[in-house]
């Protein structure tokens, strides 16, 4: 191996593992000071209290919040899969004029700001008589969520054998058995994983829910976005710590329920 390509690899593992720092530090921080006695946020804690964990049950808005979340993500999560997966299909195995352009235009919310999303969302629901609503919410997290979906589902199916759906079409099976029958079970790690990253992006984001959400029945990242003004106190560390776990837990359930390598798309 000469020089340049232990010095090639020598730095690929050393960016490797600053991007490693730079995930786990920070998440580490925050865990850190949510178990501190201080009344304020502060690095590093003094002492070990779960009294911020404790002070969150005694926060009735911070659990109405985190169910509304909940409910968001998972009604947000059931449509983008199921508008992702037939649009995904049309779009992978479809031959149609503009195919390109629609393809184009499906991944357009990545592309643009959550802000910009979120303001123009905010129009659309007025005018039609939704705005600040969980409806209007959850029609913004689907228009934003959407492309994650599509896009997994999209990679997915580029890399299945499409003879095995020729092969059920000559042995007599319909369009639509195929699809459920062979198409959907290969599709299946691609539907979970596109389908977990839907739920985490809608139940954390702040930027089309801070636009949309109703006052009076706000998630919790907009909850949260609240404290942080407001607030100085390390409960908002404790709550950002559950979410982390949450996260963590959704990941581990589909490695083991699926497998790290299935979920490759």
Known sequence: MSFNDKL????????????????????????????????????????????????????????????????????????????????AFSLVRGRFLGRSVVTAFVVAPQMLPGMVIGIALLFFGAYFGIYQSNTMVIIAMTVFCLPFAIRVAMARLSIMDSTLDEASA????????????????????????????????AFDNITVALFTASPRNRPLSVELYNLVQFDSSPIVAAISSLEILFAFLMMLVLARSIGLDKLRV
């Open 8 to 87: 090639g690899k020598f730095l690929l593992i050393a960016l490797a593992g600053f991007s490693l720092l730079m995930l786990i530090v920070p998440s580490a921080i925050i865990v850190a000071i949510s178990f501190t006695e201080k009344a304020y946020i502060g690095f590093p804690p003094s002492g070990f209290s779960l009294k911020w964990y404790s002070e969150i049950l005694n926060k009735q808005q911070l659990i109405d919040s985190a169910v509304t979340s909940l409910w968001i993500a998972f009604v947000t999560t059931v449509l983008s899969i199921l508008i992702g997966i037939p649009a």
């Open 170 to 201: 000559s042995l007599g099976s319909s369009r639509l058995g195929t699809f459920f029958r062979i198409t959907i079970p290969q599709m299946l790690p691609g539907i979970v994983a596109g389908g977990a990253f839907v739920f985490i992006e």
